[in-house]
DNA sequence: CGTGAAACATTAGCGGC
DNA sequence: GCCGCTAATGTTTCACG
């Protein structure tokens, strides 16, 4: 499950498909020296062996009105979960949680954390005003949540989806 | 320069193309009840007014032996800068390291920050022993950095490239 | 905004290396 | 096994109503 033998031609494709990936198989093809077929079919045995996982438009958010990026750490409750005592369903407050984050759209990453802090959130949106709706309303407001600490972000200086292809 | 009037369609075509970002333009068409060509005068229009930034793949790091994330918060020299004193081209420190971090690819996202340190990077690689010779080798070795703390990833909740769409 | 037609791209099947 | 050709099908794109 880990590498399906990525030969140097794979590699170039997926360095082409990272920066974009909209170009036509066939301009693909070109930059790889292959003919239009067999590099179709390496793209699709990229896509059905999960090692390209999808394609999307990036946005920008400053067009979009979401001004405003935070970073913020949250430690978690460590004991008891479900609301009803002995319950035959036990989900965790790390359950609990994962699932809320899931849903919660300004949040766009997490991860959980090495560290006194149990997850990193980064969360994208529109002002101040609701930053702090989403932290009070939201996060703090969850029966999981004990602590969070915010950072801000001034600017930000670099911001890619492309990985480093060894 | 902020929002270039979007309208319901414009925001459904984007909420589309960001959760697939190859579909064909007459399937989006479709979806958003118009033909053709009039939904392709709009995506054009907001790839031109920059709303979209671009289309990419999105690769899994996994796959590609890249398991290990880390988040390392970085804290500057303030004062000083080129090492020729008094040169006629004074690059402060945040600016040297701001380059260097744009160069490296294993930097996939850096932020300047709020609070007591100075930047956070997210920083994407193979295993520990490739992360400790970019700590040591790159980010020490750099003339501007006083100190990093670094967290790392013990499981990756979530990770969108979707913006929540007001 | 929608229609239609030309230009272009994708993709399956087959033969060759 | 992996490449490249061909031919049918589907998609993009643009002038015009």
Redesign the pocket.
């Known amino acids: 499950m880990a590498d399906t033998e990525l030969d140097a ?1 794979d590699r170039k494709i997926l360095a082409i498909l990272q920066e974009n990936g909209r170009l ?4 693909i093809a070109e930059r790889v020296n ?5 590099c ?3 793209i699709r045995r990229l896509e059905e062996s999960g090692v390209i996982r999808g394609y999307v438009a990036l946005l920008d958010p400053q067009k979009l009105g979401l001004g405003l990026l935070a970073y913020v750490n949250v430690r978690l409750e460590k004991r008891g979960g479900t609301a009803g005592t002995r319950s035959p369903n036990p989900a965790t407050h790390a359950d609990l949680f994962r699932e809320a984050v899931r849903a919660w759209p300004e949040v766009v990453a997490c991860d959980a954390m090495t560290g006194d802090m149990d997850y990193l959130l980064r969360v994208q949106v529109e002002d101040m005003a609701h930053f702090s709706r989403f932290v009070q309303d939201q996060l703090l407001h969850h029966p999981s949540v004990i602590d969070v600490k915010t950072s801000f972000s001034l600017e930000r200086i670099k911001e890619t989806t492309a990985l480093p292809l060894l």
Not at 24 to 27: G, R, V
Not at 34 to 38: E, H
């Open positions: 031609i036509s198989n066939q301009e292959l003919s239009p077929s067999p179709l079919r390496r």
